[in-house]
Every structure is written in C-alpha cells, then in structure tokens.
C-alpha cells in the first residue's frame, strides 16, 4: 500500500530537494488546512481538493458538517472516479472560505519555506498522488483531519473521529485511524533567546509573584481599551517601591494623556509625590502591553516587507526568465537562420557539381562527327531535310483542314436530317389531331341525333293515349324522323291519303321497328366510341 512516507520520498526524489523540507511543506499544508477548519471555513486548493464545512439548513437550525472533495480537474486529468452518489453543491451551501494562499502558509505557518517552495512544492504532491492514483494502487495518505484513501482509481476521503466530535455529530463507523501530526511552528524558548531579549526582574515570564519576605498581593490581569490591564487589591506596601526614571516616565505619559494620578495642590505647588503602589502597577502593565503591541506591529511589518521582499523576487526571477525564453528563442531563429543558408549553399554547390560533371560527360563521345562530313553534301542533305519536312507539315496541315471540312459537313447533313424529322413529327401531329377532332365531333353528332330521336320517342309514347288510331301512325312517325314533311299541310284537313296512313298492325309494328333501328345506331356508335378510343391510344 501507497503511504505517506513513501509519497514524501517519490516528491523529494523528483524535486532532488531534501526529506525534512518535502516533510515541511506536507506539514505547512496540514497546518493552514486544519487552521482555517478550526474556524468553519473552507479551503479551496486549485487544481487539487476543497476541504472545510457544508451547511444544512433545516428550519431555523444550522447544522454544519465535515467535507471533502477532490475537484474535478484533479479528476479528469488522472482519470478518476470520486464516489458515486455524491451531488455537486452550491456555493451557498458551504460555509465561507478562501484559496489557499502561499505567502500566508509560508509565512504564517513555517520555518524557512518560501512561497515558490510551498507552491511548487505542493504541485509536486499534487501530481505525485494523481499519478500514483492512476496506476491504480491503494493508496492512504494520512493528514491532520484524516486520511485520503484510493482503490481502484477511486478516492475518498474519512475524517477522524475528533472531526465530528466537535460538531456534535455521530460518529460513523469508517472513522480514520491516524496518529499524524505536524510538527510544531514555534518552540518554546530557551535560555539564549531568552538572553538575546534581555529581561531583568525577580519573577520574568510570570503572570503574578509572591515574595515571602513582604506582603503578599493578588494580581489580576484583565483586558481594558485593546490592552492587558493588571488589576491588585488595595493594599499598600511601602517597601515595594520603583525607581526615580520609572516614576518620571510614567508621570510623563499620564501628562501627554491628559490625566494626572497626583492631585490638584501638588501640580499647583510644583511639588510631586510618589504615587500609590496600585496605579504604579497598572503602570507598568499598560508599558509592558503597550511594548508588546509595538513589538507585534513591528513583527507584522517586518513580515510585510519579507512578503514584499519575496514578492519582487519572483517578480524579478519571471522577469528574468521571460528574457532568458526570449534569448534562448532568438539563439535558435539565429541558428535555424545560419542552418538555411548553409543548405543554400549546399544545393548551389550540388547544382554546379552537377552541372560540371554534364558537361564532362557531354564531352566525352565522339558523335556526331561534323567535321568528317564534306560541306556540299550536308548542305544538300539539310535541303532535303527540310523540304521533306515542308512536305510532311503541308500535308498534315491540307488532312487536318479535311478532316474540319468533312466534319462541318457531317454536322450540317445532321441538322438537316432532325429539322426535316421534327417537321414530319409537327405534321403527324397536327393531322393526328385534327383527325381526332373529326372523329369527335361525328360521335357527338351521332350521339346528339341518337339522344333527339330517343327523346322524341318518350314524347311520342307520351301523347300516344290521346291520339286517334288513325293518326298514330303520323305521330310515331314523326317522332322518328321517317314520315316526309313535303307531304304534310299546315292548314286545312288533318286527314291523310290513304297511301300514308298506318299500315295494318298499328303503332305495334312502329315501335318494333323504331327499337330495331336504334339498336343499329347505337352499335355504330359503339364503334365510332372504339375508333376514337384506338386512334388516342
């Protein structure tokens, strides 16, 4: 299993630092983590975890619990998986809190580290742990508030049970067991430091004395207007007296103040007299507490100026760096410039090489040999060089201007031939239609006269109760179209010859023969409706 010795060996090997300073920068981040949980806040370490307290508002209670997660970037950049089930919480669910800041962890809560030390430091955990976790090893790391553990790329972290004792929570079951602790950041002085302090007295570093040889008094300290104020009882000892500077610098500060301990007749008379022993003492413990603010201010100031100091220097160092980048970038454009002109160089040099050596080998054989040759035959044999390559090119030019001419021709021929096809078609199709325009309208004149003499027909055998035997002949005929018109009178008698009348058999036989006709014109019809229905096919 992964522990915390073995992470502090990998990152001080890595960093080629030394043990007790990768030690150090482990214990600074503990300190700061577990100062800033002892006062319900929360730190935010980039890139690594957020560590503090959650809050639960449940009606008018506030309950606040422990929490700790690895953030998502750590996660996804070493393929992790935080516990399932665990919701992303709000900002206004956990309580206030800040970044981790280096310069207040090396300053505030170590020896000698620096703030590029805890910062690079603390990335080299950082990374460290993520690979370790990705390889997928157990891990378990302690820390102040517990330990973080990693199982099959996994991590969680378990509090100690000290954790939730106070906050008043129930213990869990799967509390951390761990016995680390940060070193200590102050050690409690020794003989020299307290030397180099140069403190006098019978009783130094304590709070209240009692001599056997005198009375015995009760000193009380209290806090009064930002200072420690040491209260006594109102007892005198005449024998426990200070000196004549103690008494002038406090009479001096009481003046400056606007006060005065001694009495109107006497600051009248110019006269002064000892002061009684409490307000001597309360004295010099408002000095004292007064020393020791001047004293912390003065240690403040000179950790803003180290800060301020640190501050440049780094500013300095990235300054430098920068130019450092920017020399090193020009050196190799400088050197990449250098390398183009040297291939320049090659190649040209390769080119005239070669050229050189064309030359040398052009010159080398012996053909053609021109001077072997007498000057009239090579002049007769250039003229019929050329001739016959007039004669080739003016016969490929008369084939070329041919082959244009035949293929001018082939597309004229070819025009004709659809122009005379598209007028054939243009008046196959114009008699086409105009043959179907007859055919329709001698259907429609046929079924118009078939549809004139069925109807005369219905009109006829309509009004046939109401004529006389003698004229129903007439009227059938009529109807159908067969009794000649010529023959009939306008005026006069309505009585026929006997040739048009009725023959024997009635209006019977003319209805007979009447159906027998109609029967003939519809099948014509038929037909025509065939012929046209053909013809449109």
């Not at 500077?245 to 007299?273: C, N, P, V, W, Y």
């Not at 090119?393 to 082939?410: F, G, P, Y």
Request: proline share 4%.
């Amino acid at each position: 299993m992964y522990r915390l010795p073995n992470l502090i060996d990998d990152v001080a090997k890595k960093a080629k630092m030394k043990r007790s300073q990768a030690v150090e920068i482990w214990d600074t981040f503990n300190r700061y983590v577990t100062h800033s949980f002892e006062q319900n806040r929360c730190v935010n370490v980039t890139n690594l975890c957020k560590v503090g307290w959650t809050i639960e508002r449940r009606g008018s209670g506030v309950t606040y619990r422990p929490h700790f997660q690895l953030l998502h970037p750590f996660l996804e950049a070493f393929a992790l998986e935080w516990r399932k089930g665990t919701r992303d919480l709000a900002e206004k669910d956990f309580a206030p809190g800040e970044e981790l800041n280096f310069s207040k962890a090396a300053i505030r809560f170590s020896n000698s580290l620096t703030k590029d030390q805890m910062f690079s430091g603390l990335k080299l955990f950082r990374n460290q742990l993520g690979e370790v976790m990705s390889t997928g090893q157990q891990v378990s790391v302690d820390m102040e508030l517990g330990q973080l553990i990693c199982r099959d790329r996994r991590p969680d972290f378990v509090f100690v049970a000290s954790v939730y004792k106070r906050s008043g929570l129930p213990i869990p079951s799967d509390v951390a067991d761990t016995e680390y602790k940060p070193s200590a950041t102050f050690a409690a002085p020794n003989a020299s430091d307290l030397a180099m302090l140069r403190l006098k007295g019978s009783a130094t570093g304590k709070m209240g004395n009692s001599s056997s040889d005198g009375p015995s008094t009760a000193d009380t300290y209290r806090r009064e207007g930002g200072a420690e104020v040491m209260s006594v009882l109102p007892e005198e000892d005449p024998g426990d007296t200070l000196g004549d500077d103690d008494i002038e610098r406090a009479a001096k500060q009481h003046s400056l103040a606007g006060r005065s301990d001694f009495g109107e007749g006497s600051m009248a008379s110019g006269t002064s007299q000892h002061p009684p022993l409490s307000h001597r003492k309360q004295e010099r413990a408002y000095q004292e507490a007064l020393d020791r603010h001047i004293s912390d201010m003065e240690g403040k100031a000179a950790e803003a100026i180290k800060e301020r100091e640190q501050w440049e220097s780094h500013l300095g160092r990235c300054i430098q760096q920068e130019r450092d980048d920017m020399q090193h970038k020009r050196q190799l454009s400088m050197q990449n410039q250098e390398f183009l002109r040297q291939q320049m160089d090659w190649n040209e040099r390769r080119r005239g090489a070669n050229r050189d050596s064309y030359m040398a080998a052009a010159g080398t054989h012996d053909f053609p040999k021109l001077a072997e040759i007498p000057g009239p035959e090579v002049k007769e044999r250039t003229t019929m060089t050329k001739q016959a390559l007039k004669h080739e090119l003016d016969k490929q030019v008369s084939t070329n201007t041919a082959m244009k001419r035949m293929q001018k021709e082939r597309e004229k021929a070819l025009e004709a031939r659809h122009l005379q096809q598209n007028a054939e078609e243009m008046v196959a199709l114009q008699q086409l239609e105009h043959h179907k325009k007859e055919l329709t309208k001698q259907a429609l004149r046929e079924a118009w006269g078939g549809a004139t003499r069925i109807k005369n027909l219905e009109r006829a055998i309509e009004n046939h109760s109401g004529v006389a035997p003698n004229q129903s002949h007439l009227v059938f005929a009529t109807a159908t179209g067969d009794v000649d018109r010529s023959g009939l009178r306008t005026s006069g008698s309505s009585v026929a010859p006997k040739s048009a009348r009725t023959p024997r058999g009635g209006a019977a036989r003319s209805l007979a023969l009447h159906r027998d006709e109609m029967l003939g014109k519809s099948s014509s019809l038929n037909r025509g409706g065939q012929l046209i229905s053909g013809i449109r096919v």
